[in-house]
């Protein structure tokens, strides 16, 4: 007779130690995120009541004269505070890490830690802080001594939205300087020191040997950037409140959520359209997500059964 195959134990400790996270997870993720799409779906009748209507939210959003110039500024705005963040600061703190990770640097441990601490630091404190820096009441004394003369820069509709991006690249530079670094420190020395030995550069080390092996880790950085970037909100509220002075010129996706849903002074919030405008949040850092992993992911797999 054939000895039947034993079957394997079903793994309960894994269940019960990944029960608990699952479940707090589902109860303050995923089940918000479910019951808030199936809310944008619904709007309140005459009688203050919750009716289904479809994607009729949506078409009010996108289409309306009144919602659709606010939602297409709040996009256009997250784009440009994404593009600083990506263009400005995934560069720099490659830089900072590629710096700091040379034996030749000395005190490198507290450069890093310089470097890491505004990312810790309170949003509404630093918001506060460069607030009064770049007041022209306030931080005129501070640059007086240099001959500058500070214009309103938050106060100008040209200029507030590029400040603000570049004191979010200021505060949190120092993650993606942290994740480069790890991997960086992960190279091994063999390759290095061949790469030298054949006779590259500094530069050439870098580029050839380093870079294309801490890709991985550049397509993360890009993503959590991207999802950051389009869940942002409170430095742009600390500083510039709700209404995102001047003029909607700082207005995001997360501070234009914000007024729909709660309301704003005078304004009155609108739960079904704050959740319709979270589902459009939702569509797009989804997208962002799919276009990483299909497009990111399968290229360093083709690159990986190439070598």
Known sequence: MIEQKSRKPIPYHIIVFLAPAVIIYTAFMIYPLIDSLRLSLYAPNEERQEVFVGFQNYDTLFNNELWAPRLWGAIKNNLIFFAFHMGVQNPIGLLLAALLSSQAIRGRAVYRTLIFTPTILSVVLIGFIWRLILSPLWGKELFKPFGIVLPPLLGLEAT?????????????????????????????????????????????????????????????????????????????????????????????????????????????????????????????ILTGVLIYLVGWQRRLLKLDIQF
């Open 160 to 284: 507030a939205l590029p400040v603000l991006s570049l004191v979010s690249v200021w505060q949190y530079v120092g993650i993606p300087m942290m994740l480069f670094l790890a991997a960086l420190i992960s190279i091994p020395d063999e390759l290095i020191e061949a790469a030298r030995v054949d006779g590259a550069s500094a530069w050439g080390v870098f580029w050839m040997v380093k870079f294309p092996l801490i890709l991985p880790t550049v397509g993360i950085v890009g993503i959590l950037t991207f999802v950051g970037n389009f869940n942002a909100f409170d430095l742009v509220y600390t500083s510039q409140t709700a209404l995102a002075t001047p003029n909607f010129a700082t207005d995001l996706l997360g501070t234009f959520f914000y007024r729909t849903f709660f309301g704003f002074q005078l304004q009155l919030g609108n739960p079904t359209m704050g959740a319709t405008v979270a589902g459009v949040m939702f569509v797009i």
